[in-house]
């Protein structure tokens, strides 16, 4: 598998709609768009997240990862990954934890296993019950040394669509155009 750094917007667009409806599904209201509209709109342009594809020798899509900068800007966090042939997402992210300073944070004891297969080793407790996984790269040594990861103000951006019907219609059309427009090769 090789791995694509998405900087491209027409690509970039089609490649974070699908990974937010994938991610999110059919029955998640706003939240793909609202993720979507502020990931392309704030993150993207403040250079603070990273898609991520890994690819197979024709350059075919077989995951998306997308990954956003902590506040102090030396780890990233994966908040977002769909795989789109079984065992890529594992694949991906192993590669990305050997190279990357990589940081996840799960609920479960399942997505903490899969994380720990994929080479997180080192696991904090953080808040809200949630577990703090560490790649090899990743500076910190103790959990106070972590920093939160840069987040979107959804309510802000729901207030948005609310109030300008303008600016939801065209993050409507950008999104449903990136998945229409889904890669069949990066």
Request: a negative charge.
């Amino acid at each position: 598998m090789k791995v694509v750094h998405i900087s491209q917007s027409a690509p970039r667009n089609a490649c974070l709609a699908t990974l937010c409806a994938k991610v999110y599904g059919q029955q998640a209201g706003l939240t793909p768009l609202v993720i979507f509209t502020g990931t392309k709109n704030v993150l993207f342009d403040q250079e603070a997240a990273r898609l991520l594809a890994g690819v197979d020798g024709d350059g075919k899509p077989l995951v998306l990862a997308l990954l956003v900068l902590d506040e102090a800007g030396e780890g990233m966090t994966v908040t977002h990954a769909c795989e789109f042939v079984d065992g890529a997402k594992a694949r991906l992210i192993s590669e990305l934890s050997l190279k990357a300073p990589l940081r996840v944070e799960v609920s479960d004891a399942t997505q903490e296993a899969f994380y720990q297969q994929c080479g997180f080793k080192r696991w904090f407790d953080g808040e809200n019950g949630q577990r703090v996984g560490l790649g090899a790269r990743h500076p910190a040594k103790h959990s106070d040394e972590l920093t939160p990861t840069l987040s979107l103000d959804e309510a802000l951006i729901l207030r948005r669509f609310k109030h300008d019907p303008t600016a939801f219609a065209e993050a409507k059309d950008a999104f449903l155009s990136g998945l229409n427009s889904f890669p069949a090769t990066l």
